[in-house]
């Protein structure tokens, strides 16, 4: 479809050429060619009050302020913002425009596109053959220079290629379709999956209801029960454990003291350690680009810049030296307790009881459970020592219910996780969708580059060595480009394009966190073109998709923009 | 007082605290370098001076020429200098040398060392002699000896007198006891030798062990005690004589001590410049300071040579940098002097300065010296100080300081006329990484519409930095991507160190092996050492064979990948080693002829260039169809004669603004030191410029006569299209700015190539007479095109004030406004304005159409910028050739002088070119291919009112006028003053060839 259009239009343009090449002066365009039919005067294009003799036009020397006069000459050239000026280059400078008028020198290039060079290019030597086949441009032959009419050749090579690129134009965008099918497919696919997730987290929310309820009463049958008559032979018992304590804390003291020391050691080797490396760091000589010394800064930086352990150590060492202290000193005394007699507070409670007739006992003991009950619940008495351990009824119920939750809050993530995706950005029609994780590679000097879509990129040194990660992706974004389109047409072209943004890459020596930009161009499939550096540590790749094709993925081609 | 005393020195460890907060890591590392007192035989001298100095009256310098040794023929004395030392008497033979130029030249050798009658420790191989090679490698001319110079009859007893220089003016009286020497000019004494009585030659002597004082008898134990330390205060400090070691090397010294001294005075001087190259000044410090006065004036240590690889260099200091030029002159009102002490060898030069009275006023000042009002001048003493070698000192006696330089460099050789491109702008960095990316950075170029001519490649492009390799992974089509730069003419330079990685399966290391081409170890084995590859080796440029090897490795067959278009980098040739002590070579290595490094260590980076040059040179020879094409090396290491072969940077900078400020000077030092071709890296090396610092670096970049943009591999890049808007802008006007005058800088290397004067140009030199101009180094005239400019090197400086050191109108360039010397004027300079004047009187040449390098703008049409001044007159030259070849020795090139006269209202073009160059084939094609060349516009700035009105002046020129007297009519535009800014006038198309004689006539 391209491919039809681009051939109307170099008819259209080689029918303009034939008619109006006749009376045009060197280096105007049709689109110019009205401003130079008086055969006497020539009015500046920008500044209609400067007329000038119709000789002087084309005469290599400057005279309108614009520029106007010389579109086939280089003389007018330095008329720019980024050249010097002083007052005599402004010729007639009177309040006029001063800005270039034409484009640049205009090449017929008949048998290809006409083109316009710039004018600095205009009898320098050199025949500008990429923008002007004809060699029109190099018309004075300056010291000896021969430019000869290229353009059937050129343009036959740039048809070629046109039919390749429209070719290739063609497949991408049915592999664009492709691409979009997948990606509804998978979106489907995910709004499947979101559907039946709603339908079991309605289940396991009824689920885990039922369960609390049930938990709630087994705690509640099982706080009643209460151990009886394991008072009495718990003297004898607790004065065993007692002088087991004693052994075991004396023990964990020692150590701990032993422990302490080696700490202590440890730390001040650390601490040598890292006056040392910290002077390496003042004072290696980064000229001498040692990568293994570099890698050892690199690190020692990374390390030195990383979070502490709080250094909470003097409030930490004070309670050492308390632990450590002989336990009589923290008012704990062995002997008292290997001596004493144990009561339970509940004791009281079971004596008064022995005494009442048996339908009484029963009835007070179901109210005495009742107020047990109560009074723990409101923390008037103390729980049941939990070393006792929960009763298997009331763990089992707890078991239920947790794994009743568990499976509820796996769901919730999931279908959470699943909506947050399908709220993404993947892009027009959602078409990375259909590349996410996938990865294309290639070779680049001593690395390979990797990007694996919508999730990372990656330097792979070839001789050897760990993978550098160049960012992870963030988000995409459209920018500006304004590069030439390679014959081949692997490239980035002109105009707004989509990029990934890959951040918080590896960190860079004496730099940021690197970064890649990752900017796509339409193309048959997935590929790498270029790598470049453009800053320390900030990279850009230039990568080929279909899935780009015709949303600002697409290109100019060579010399359209001319027409 | 105490008080005080503490809160100040609190006061400073806070200053200094701060100091050392704001400024980590990036400041000289000193403990690698030696100071005086590190360094043996110079403290051993400057101990010399100050006993002389405590001795003041009673000091006797132990040197004594003997009369009967004098004889004197064909401008030659020669005698014998002996020195005594205890009961021995050392013969030191004497020359004099006096040469048509009108230099003279002293000399002093040791007869024992020349007869090689000594002997050396360790089994040491080294020659026995004092080295006498330098010559051979600094010296290229202006050496035929004078057949006027006569001795004068009539010379008072104990004194020789020598008659010399332009109608005998010179005259240079040596003194017999003790041995010394006045120069003389028209009568005044300009210079002295030995007037202070610090000339020292460390005479050979065989290491004996201290005498043991033996116990006489009847002495006590005092009496022996107080013999001994009679014995050590009466010898001199040996402590250094037969060994010395600094930063864990020892230095084996297998001759002794045998260092030379000498000091030279310059009655009436004030200031003195030169002993390039160091971040300073212009006009050197004193250094006899104390080490923590608050005196910034003056430095502690004294100014030191000795070719080192300084890392992160310090500002303001007589610390040594990469190279060393011995060469010292000295300004008074009306005069300059030079003194040029030719020694290879460690050197170290301290200055002094005394207010002094006119000799006759003395005795008056004595008896009343505050009544009777004489004004004191300056007297300026050096004490040069040099660890090995010849005592070997050149003497010009000026008096202006165009002919000093000129005839150090008639001495030295002139500096290279360079290819066109390599004046044009450089875009360098630490690295581009692959050929593709150089490929990416020259379309950018053009894509930005910005000129540029070279692209250079740092040692990242070789195969683990084994040099004539390039990285097959990074680097796989090096041809390729040297095409693509030819396209536009555009070249490649490729860096190539002295050191070669000692490494298996690398031929290179192999011959230099097999064929015993590198520098020897003390025991005469190879010397290896560690630089950028890891273990080294280094070529040894001093061996012809090594030389003759090095040549044939860059013939294209032999260096893969290099192309006509490829040029070299040889850096660090100091040699740097990074093991080494001080960062270089051990000083009892060996070199060829058995010389040791000592001896010839600031000969090192020279003597690599000059092979490099020769392989050039011979690389392009071969093809009969081209004459050899000029060839390009950058050196970072140099001694006095490298102006020969190549240019010059200052080495490793910082992008600080310090470090914009201290380039000026120093490219204007080395300009004054006879290589102009000089220039720092613009950005600055280490470090990320500010937008703005960048964007002012280019600025004063476009007027280094080298202009090199560079950048460490860990900064970020920074390609001017990079800068964004404005500066981008900005930075491009800067460099178009320099391209359009390339004419009038090709114009001043040519004369800098044929007169050696400087390409950029200080105060003192353009007003030798203007004293308040003698220690101004921030602004500069550019060749003898009359621009003067003062770069802003200060953050946030909106505005520039510049000298005018004469009466006369100067102009802004940008846009005419008017001054009028002689005073302080205020320029404004907005971050988009370069502070630049035109000097009335002055004509120059530019061309105005921007092109993508220079080698597209050689057809393009010239603009004459004529000045008119004070006087109403204006003159200028312009030199072109090919910009490429050798043709323009045999006279194909063209030399013009414009002169436009006030009292005839006419604008001359007169041929420059020595009658009769023009004969040749060669220079006859060349001016068939400029004929169409034309002048297109001429630019009179300051115009006269007369002119009001005039619509056409009447051109004619010769080829016209030998027919027929025929003239014809040209447009002219006048356009009258407004405010402050001048009257100009535009001639419309002349349309007069460059290469022919035409005139002008704005009367018709």
């Known amino acids: ?48 009050s400067v007329h000038l003799p119709a000789s002087l036009v084309n005469d290599d020397y400057c005279d309108c302020p614009d520029g106007s006069d010389e579109p086939g000459t280089s003389a007018c050239s330095y008329l720019s913002p980024l050249s010097p000026i002083t007052p005599p280059d402004i010729p007639n400078n009177d309040n006029i425009n001063t800005t270039i008028a034409l484009p640049g020198f205009y090449c017929k290039n008949k048998g290809h596109l006409p083109a316009y060079v710039p004018f600095t290019n205009v009898n320098d030597g050199v025949c500008d053959y990429d923008t002007c086949c004809d060699g029109s441009d190099e018309w004075a032959g300056v010291g000896g220079t021969k430019c000869e009419d290229k353009c059937k050749e050129i343009g036959k090579e740039w048809r070629k290629n046109d039919e390749a690129r429209q070719k290739a134009l063609g497949n991408a965008g049915k592999r664009r379709k492709d691409l ?40 509640r049958r099982e706080k009643g029960k209460i151990v009886r008559g394991s008072g009495q032979r718990k003297t004898s018992r607790i004065n065993i454990l007692a002088g087991l304590a004693r052994q075991r804390i004396d023990e964990l003291r020692d150590t701990l003291i032993r422990v302490r020391q ?84 509940v004791d009281v409670l079971y004596k008064f009881e022995e005494y009442l007739p048996v339908p009484l006992r029963t009835w007070l003991d179901q109210k005495l459970r009742d107020l047990r009950i109560w009074a723990i619940e409101n923390g008037m008495l103390a729980d049941r020592p939990s070393d006792s351990g929960e009763s298997r009824a009331v763990s089992d119920a707890r078991n239920r219910l947790e794994s009743a939750q568990k499976e509820l809050k796996d769901n919730t993530d999931s279908i959470n996780t699943h909506r947050e995706d399908l709220a993404k950005d993947y892009g027009p029609d959602d078409v990375f969708r259909a590349l996410k994780g996938q990865c294309v590679s290639t070779d680049s000097g001593e690395y390979t580059y990797e990007i694996c879509f919508l999730d990372k990129t990656t330097q792979k040194p070839k001789k050897g060595g760990g993978d550098t990660g160049m960012g992870n992706f963030v988000r995409l974004e459209t920018i500006f480009v ?28 004496n730099g940021p966190n690197r970064s890649t930009t990752v900017v796509l161009a339409c193309a048959e499939k997935e590929e790498i073109w270029r790598i470049v550096e453009e800053e320390k540590c900030v990279y850009r790749m230039e990568v080929g998709t279909p899935a780009v094709c015709e949303i600002g993925g697409g290109r100019r081609e060579k010399g359209r923009d001319e027409l | 007082m105490q008080r005080l005393s503490i809160s100040w020195t609190a006061f400073l460890l806070l200053c200094l605290t701060l100091c050392s907060l704001l400024t980590p890591a990036v400041s000289v590392k000193h403990e690698n370098f030696k100071t005086c007192a590190q360094s043996g035989f110079c403290k051993r001298n400057r101990a010399y001076a100050d006993t002389a100095a405590a001795q003041a009256s009673t000091w006797t310098s132990p040197y004594a020429l003997q009369a009967s040794s004098i004889k004197f023929s064909q401008g030659l004395l020669t005698g014998v200098v002996t020195k005594k030392a205890g009961d021995e008497t050392i013969r030191l033979p004497l020359t004099v040398s006096f040469y048509e130029s009108g230099v003279a030249r002293v000399t002093i050798d040791e007869e024992k060392r020349q007869k090689k009658d000594i002997e050396l420790r360790h089994g040491s191989k080294a020659r026995k002699e004092r080295y006498n090679e330098a010559e051979k490698w600094a010296i290229v001319g202006g050496t035929t000896l004078s057949s006027g110079a006569a001795t004068k009859n009539g010379e008072k007893k104990g004194e020789t007198r020598v008659v010399y220089g332009p109608a005998g003016s010179f005259e240079a009286v040596i003194r017999h006891e003790p041995f010394g020497v006045e120069f003389l000019r028209e009568g005044v004494v300009e210079v002295v030798f030995n007037g202070k009585g610090l000339m020292n030659v460390e005479h050979w002597r065989a290491k004996v062990d201290k005498p043991v004082v033996e116990k006489k008898e009847g002495e006590t134990e005092e009496e022996q005690k107080a013999r001994e330390s009679a014995v050590v205060q009466e010898g001199e400090d040996e402590g250094t004589w037969w060994e010395e070691s600094f930063g864990g090397n020892t230095d084996s010294k297998p001759r002794g001590p045998e260092s030379i001294a000498l000091d030279i005075s310059f009655p009436g001087y004030s200031h003195v410049y030169g002993l390039a190259e160091h971040a300073g000044p212009l006009s050197l410090r004193e250094t006899r300071g104390e080490s923590n006065s608050e005196d910034k004036t003056k430095y502690s240590e004294p100014y030191r040579m000795y070719n080192s690889d300084v890392f992160e260099y310090e500002m303001d200091s007589p610390m040594t940098l990469y190279g060393s030029i011995p060469f010292l002159q000295a300004k008074k009102k009306d005069s300059t002097v030079g003194v040029f002490w030719l020694n290879a060898a460690e050197t170290w030069v301290d200055i002094t300065k005394t207010k002094s009275f006119v000799k006759q006023a003395v005795d008056k000042v004595l008896q009343n010296p505050v009544s009777l009002g004489v004004t004191g001048s300056m007297t300026t003493d050096t004490h040069w100080i040099s660890e090995s070698g010849l005592l070997d000192v050149f003497v010009m006696l000026g008096p202006t300081p165009q002919d000093v330089v000129e005839k150090y460099s008639e001495l030295t050789g002139y500096t290279q006329l360079p290819q066109m491109f390599s004046i044009a702008y450089h875009q360098c960095r630490w690295n581009y990484v692959t050929d593709e990316d150089v490929r990416d950075v020259d379309r950018k170029f053009d894509k930005f519409t910005i000129p540029y001519d070279v692209i250079w490649l740092d040692i990242e492009y070789t195969e683990g930095k084994k040099y004539f390799t390039w990285d097959p992974m990074t680097f796989p089509d090096p041809l390729g991507m040297q095409k693509q730069l030819d396209e536009h003419e555009r070249k490649l330079v490729a860096i190539i160190d002295p050191h070669i990685k000692n490494e298996g399966n690398y031929p290179i290391v192999e011959e230099l092996k097999s064929k015993d081409l590198a520098v020897h170890n003390k025991d005469d084995n190879i010397y290896e050492g560690w630089c950028w590859p890891g273990s080294s080796y280094w070529i040894d440029c001093f061996n012809p064979k090594a030389r003759d090897w090095w040549v044939g490795l860059f013939k294209y067959d032999r260096f893969k990948g290099s192309a006509k278009n490829t040029w070299l980098w040889n850096d660090m040739n100091e040699p740097s080693v990074f093991n080494g002590p001080e960062t270089t070579m051990p000083k009892d290595n060996l070199h060829a002829g058995g010389w040791e490094h000592r001896d010839v260590h600031n000969l090192n980076g020279l003597t690599l260039i000059n092979a490099t040059y020769d392989a050039l040179l011979s690389r392009d020879k071969e093809e009969a169809s081209v004459g050899g094409v000029r060839p390009f090396v950058l050196t970072r290491s140099f001694f006095a004669g490298s102006q020969r072969m190549g240019a010059m940077w200052t080495g490793d900078n910082q992008a600080s603004w310090p470090h914009l400020e201290a380039s000026v000077p120093m490219i204007l030092s080395m300009g004054i030191s006879g290589f102009p071709f000089a220039g720092a890296d613009v950005g600055g090396f280490f470090g990320n410029p500010s937008k703005e610092l960048l964007t002012r670096w280019y600025q004063a970049g476009a007027f280094y006569p080298f202009f090199r943009g560079h950048a460490h591999i860990d900064t970020r890049r920074r390609e001017p299209y990079l800068a964004g808007e404005p500066y981008t802008g900005i930075i491009t006007q800067a460099l178009r700015l320099r391209y359009s005058l390339l004419p009038s800088w090709y114009t001043a290397f040519h004369e800098a190539h044929t007169t050696g ?5 200080p105060n003192y030199y353009v007003h030798p007479p203007d004293e308040k101009g003698f220690g101004m180094d921030d602004q500069f005239y550019v060749g003898s095109t009359g621009l003067l400019v003062k770069p802003v090197v200060k953050e946030g400086q909106e505005g520039q004030d510049i000298y005018l050191a004469d009466k006369e109108k100067y102009f802004d360039y940008f846009d005419f406004w008017t001054y009028e010397g002689p005073g302080t004027v205020s320029v404004a300079a907005p971050l988009e ?58 006279g194909a090139y063209i030399h013009r002088k414009f002169s436009f006269k006030s009292s005839t209202g006419t604008l001359m073009s007169e041929d420059l070119a020595a009658e009769g160059s023009a004969t040749s084939k060669k220079a006859k094609d060349y001016l068939r291919s400029m004929e169409k060349v034309r002048v297109e516009k001429i630019v009179i700035v300051n115009a006269p009112e007369a002119w009001k009105g005039k619509m056409e002046v009447e051109v004619g020129t010769e080829y016209l006028a030998s027919k027929s007297g025929l003239t014809r009519k040209v447009g002219m535009e006048w356009h009258g003053r407004e405010e402050g800014k001048a009257a100009w006038a535009v001639v419309r198309d002349p349309a007069v060839a460059i290469g022919k004689g035409w005139k002008i006539d704005f009367t018709a």
Request: aromatic share 6%; glycine share 8%.
């Open chain 2, 757 to 761: 004067a400087p390409i950029v140009r």
């Open chain 2, 833 to 890: 304005t370069i502070p630049v004047l035109m000097q009335g009187g002055n004509v120059f040449v530019r061309r105005e159409r921007p092109r993508r390098s220079s080698g597209l703008m050689r057809w393009d049409p010239y603009t004459l910028v004529v000045v008119i001044g004070n006087s109403g007159d204006a003159e200028g030259t312009l030199y072109v050739d090919d910009g490429e070849g050798f043709d323009y020795q045999q």
């Open chain 1, 482 to 509: 304004d590069e030439d389109l390679p014959p081949d047409g692997k490239g980035l072209g002109s105009g707004q394009r989509i990029a990934m943004r890959h951040e918080n890459g590896q960190h860079c020596w």
């Open chain 1, 180 to 219: 979009v099918a997948e990606a509804g497919r998978l979106r489907k696919e995910v709004e499947d999956r979101i559907q039946s997730l709603t339908t079991q987290i309605e289940g396991s929310e009824i689920k885990v209801r039922n369960l609390e309820d049930e938990l709630r009463d087994v705690e």
């Open chain 1, 262 to 345: 080696e700490r202590n050691s440890s730390k001040d080797r650390v601490k040598e350690l890292e006056a040392i490396l910290s002077t390496f760091k003042e004072e290696y000589n980064p000229n001498f680009n040692d990568e293994g010394v570099k890698r050892a800064v690199r690190s020692w930086e990374e390390y030195a810049a990383r979070d502490k352990p709080s250094d909470g150590d003097a409030a930490h060492d004070r309670d050492l030296d308390a632990i450590t202290q002989p336990d009589k000193e923290n008012g704990l005394d062995w002997d008292e307790w290997e001596d004493s007699e144990e009561s339970l507070d």
């Open chain 1, 1 to 48: 479809m391209r491919g039809t259009r681009s051939l109307v239009v170099l008819k259209l343009a080689l029918l303009t050429l034939s008619s109006a090449e006749a009376n045009r002066p060197r280096g105007v365009s049709p689109e110019f060619a009205k401003y130079y039919k008086d055969p006497t005067t020539f009015t500046c294009i920008s500044n209609p």
